[in-house]
């Protein structure tokens, strides 16, 4: 599968998804958001992927927001492309978020709008010391889109997210590690290096599990205790069926580090 807006390949059992307009500061335009979509389904199908890892090309950006200029060179057509760019980006975001497999945010510039959002909805968050963070909607008259409203507040908390959006503050990257939104700080150099360590440490883990965890993660922003417990209950049943639990056992009882398989 051929894009142009993005890079992607396997690493053994890692995807690396490398956003790729780095002459625009990887910017989304719609044709971003198209590619974004057919990746995530094919990262859906994919049985072998055990880890996901998004960072962006070039060492200013990890992806700076929607591209204002491909929106206002639309004209009169500029309701109707964005909506198709939403459309996808969000369907995009969707399925990236319910696949097994973790997600790691790379992020190795600035991240910035939408791309505020990239760097939200992974698992795991690790930054170069190059990165900073703002959310510049306002700055434009605009609302967040692409999960930002959804993941950020649960993670910084309501009134930081509420400074972060309506005064746009930008986060260095030793904020964002103080606030929660990231969860390492690597030197520019070693960022991929540093990455790839630790997607090849989640590969080797139950990534059945992982994927149930994940699940009850995102329910439980909006399930009530009862049904939360429901959940647990289910996943927890549904896991002792699982290859990897009978390996994870058998390892326990002869004192060996379980070789998971991810099924």
């Known amino acids: 599968m051929n894009f142009k807006t993005l890079k992607y390949k396997k690493i053994d059992n ?3 998804i490398t956003f790729n307009r780095p ?19 094919k990262c859906e199908e994919d049985n072998t992927l055990r880890c996901l890892v998004f960072t962006g090309e070039g060492d200013q950006s990890f992806c700076a927001g929607g591209d204002l200029y491909s929106f206002k060179n639309s004209g009169h057509n500029l309701i109707n492309e964005v909506r198709e760019f939403i ?12 696949i097994k497999a973790p ?21 795991f968050a690790i ?14 008259g605009l609302t ?34 103080n606030w929660g939104l990231i969860n390492k700080i690597v030197k520019p150099n070693k960022l991929l290096e540093e990455t790839i360590k630790i997607a090849q440490s989640l590969c080797k883990g139950p990534t059945l599990a992982y994927g149930k965890i994940k699940e009850l993660s995102l ?38 580090k379980p070789d998971f398989k991810g099924h």
Do not use: W
């Open 14 to 16: 890692i995807g690396l």
């Open 23 to 41: 002459e625009h500061f990887n910017t989304l335009n719609k044709q971003m958001s198209l590619e974004l979509l057919k990746l995530a389904i």
């Open 87 to 98: 459309v996808s980006l969000h369907g995009a975001i969707s399925k990236f978020c319910r």
């Open 103 to 123: 997600i790691i945010a790379s992020i190795n510039g600035v991240a910035a709008g939408a791309g505020l959002s990239f760097a939200s909805f992974p698992s």
């Open 127 to 140: 930054a170069s010391e190059n990165a900073t963070f703002v959310s510049s909607y306002t700055n434009v």
């Open 144 to 177: 967040p889109d692409a999960s930002s409203s959804y993941f950020l507040p649960k993670i910084i908390g309501h009134r930081r997210y509420m400074e972060l959006v309506l005064t746009n503050k930008t986060l260095s990257v030793d904020e964002a590690l």
């Open 219 to 256: 329910n439980s922003f909006h399930s009530s205790l009862e049904s939360q417990l429901e959940m647990e209950a289910r996943f927890f049943t549904e896991s002792l069926k699982s290859k990897d639990f009978e390996i994870g056992v058998d390892s326990f009882t002869k004192k060996e």
